[in-house]
C-alpha cells in the first residue's frame, strides 16, 4: 500500500470544526487504500502565546525550559485529532516525539534531527492504525524535550516521511500551492505546477513561508516528494521536486521577501587575522544565525563589517558581541531591525547572464537604495529600508515576466 505522510498547519486545526474537517481529510486518504501517518502543529496562536509567555518572563530565558513550555501546544493537538478520528470509526492514536523517538541535537529552540527510528511507526501502521505525530518536537540525548524551531512541523513531516520510506509528504495549508510571489503584495502571482528542491530551499531560505528551510533540505537529501496543498479547497497543489522533473526552467521562478532579519554593523574593527573568526565563532557558540556579510575596509587599519541575524536573535547576538568586545577592539556596535531582504530565485539563472543587473536596474529606478548584496548560484538578495518591501516585491515580479493575467483567489499564495 502506498504511504502517505499529511501534515497539517496551525490554520488547519485552528479549532474543533477544522479538526474535524482534518479528521475526514485523513480518513478519505484512508479509504483510498492508502497507509497513512499524520503530523499536526499547535493550534493557530498558541505557539505565539506560549513563546510570550516565556518572553515576558525573561527574554533571555534558558531555552531547555523554553522548549518544555511551547512544546505542549501540539500535544493538544494530536490528542484532539485522534479523538476525532476514532469518532469516526479509524483507528488512531497520538505520539510524542519522544515516543518514536525523534532524536535531536541539545540545541533548544531550533534544536536539529539526528535520527528517527520508524519501526514503531510502520508497526502501528502495519496494524490498521494512524500514527497522529506531534511536530516541531524532538528529545536529546539525555532524554530533555527540544524544539526544531519555528516550522519545524515541516522538518517533523519530511523527516518522517524519510524514516519509513513515504511515497509522498503532503503539506496541508491555509494556501492552495507555492506562488511566484505573495499575493497579498502581489495580486497577479502565478501558482507553480512543480518547483525544484533548490529552489523551493532558496525562497524558504529567504522569507517564503510555504515551506519550513530545513525541511526542504532534507526532502532534498532523501529524495522526499512534497506536495504543498489547501486543506480548505479540493484542488491540485504544488509539487516540490527533483530539477531533472522541471521541463521549463524559468530564469526566474519567484521573488520573496523577509522583514524576520536585523542588520548589524561593527564600527572600527581591527583589520588583521582572526577577526572574522573570532565574531561569527562566537555567534556560532550562541546558536545565532549569520546570513549576509559585507567587510569595508578603512584607511586607518580598519574595518566596518555588516551582517544579517535574525531579529528575534538580535539580543542574543548582543550579548556574544559583548563577549568578544576586547577581541575584536571595535569602537560601536550599530543595529538596525528595520530592513527586508528581498530575493529572486531561479535555476534558469545558471544559463542566463544579467540577472543582478536587471534587478539592480529595476530597483534604482524606483529610487530604492541596496544596502547589502548577497548571491548564490540561483538567488541573488538585496536588503532594502523595510518601507520599500512591497514596492521591490512588485518591480522585480514584473521585471522578471512573472506576472500572471488574473488574480488568485482571496487567501492564496506564497
Not at 521536486?241 to 542588520?263: F, M, N, R, T
Not at 562566537?282 to 556579510?293: F, G, K, S, T, Y
Amino acid at each position: 500500500m502506498p504511504k502517505i505522510v499529511m501534515k497539517f498547519g496551525g490554520t488547519s486545526v485552528a479549532d474543533l470544526d477544522r479538526i474535524r474537517n482534518v479528521a475526514r481529510l485523513v480518513k478519505k486518504q484512508r479509504d483510498a487504500g492508502n497507509e497513512v501517518a499524520v503530523v499536526v502543529s499547535a493550534m493557530s496562536g498558541t505557539t505565539n502565546h506560549l513563546v510570550k509567555l516565556c518572553n515576558d518572563l525573561n527574554p533571555l530565558h534558558d531555552t531547555a525550559e523554553y522548549d518544555v513550555v511551547v512544546a505542549t501546544g501540539e500535544q493538544v493537538t494530536i490528542g484532539l485529532l485522534a479523538i476525532a478520528l476514532q469518532s469516526l470509526g479509524t483507528p488512531a492514536r497520538s505520539w510524542q516525539g519522544w515516543q518514536i523517538p525523534i532524536l535531536s541535537d541539545d540545541a533548544h529552540s531550533k534544536a536539529r534531527v539526528d535520527s528517527i527510528d520508524g519501526q514503531k511507526l510502520l508497526a502501528a501502521m502495519a496494524r490498521g492504525e494512524t500514527p497522529i505525530i506531534a511536530g516541531f518536537q524532538g528529545v536529546s540525548a539525555d532524554g530533555r524535550v527540544t524544539t526544531l524551531g519555528r516550522g519545524g512541523s515541516d522538518l517533523s513531516a519530511v523527516a518522517i516521511a524519510a524514516a519509513i520510506k513515504a511515497d509522498r509528504c503532503d503539506i496541508y495549508t491555509d494556501v492552495d500551492g507555492i506562488y511566484t510571489t505573495d499575493p497579498r503584495v502581489v495580486p497577479r502571482a502565478r501558482k507553480l505546477e512543480k518547483i525544484s528542491f533548490e529552489e523551493m530551499l532558496e525562497l524558504a531560505s529567504v522569507g517564503a513561508k510555504v515551506l519550513q528551510t530545513r525541511s526542504v533540505e532534507m526532502a532534498m537529501k532523501h529524495g522526499v516528494r512534497i506536495q504543498v496543498l489547501s486543506s480548505f479547497a479540493d484542488k491540485p497543489g504544488s509539487l516540490v521536486v527533483g530539477e531533472d522533473e522541471i521541463v521549463e526552467k524559468l530564469v526566474v521562478s519567484g521573488v520573496a521577501y523577509s522583514v524576520d532579519d536585523a542588520k548589524v554593523t561593527l564600527r572600527r574593527v581591527a583589520d588583521r587575522p582572526g577577526v572574522a573568526a573570532i565574531l561569527f565563532g562566537r555567534l556560532a557558540e550562541a546558536h545565532v544565525n549569520v546570513d549576509m556579510i559585507v567587510q569595508n575596509l578603512g584607511a586607518d587599519g580598519t574595518t566596518d563589517m555588516t551582517f544579517t541575524v535574525g531579529r528575534g536573535d538580535l539580543a542574543q547576538a548582543r550579548v556574544a558581541l559583548e563577549d568578544v568586545r576586547e577581541a575584536l577592539g571595535y569602537q560601536e556596535v550599530l543595529t538596525d531591525p528595520a530592513v527586508a531582504k528581498i530575493s529572486v530565485v531561479g535555476i534558469g539563472m545558471r544559463s542566463h547572464a544579467g540577472v543582478a543587473a536587471r534587478m539592480f536596474k529595476a530597483l534604482s529606478e524606483r529610487n530604492i537604495n541596496i544596502q547589502v548584496i548577497s548571491t548564490s548560484e540561483i538567488k541573488v538578495s538585496v536588503l532594502v529600508a523595510a518601507e520599500y518591501k512591497e514596492l521591490a516585491v512588485r518591480a522585480l515580479h514584473t521585471c522578471f515576466g512573472l506576472d500572471g493575467d488574473e488574480p488568485p483567489a482571496a487567501g492564496e499564495g506564497q
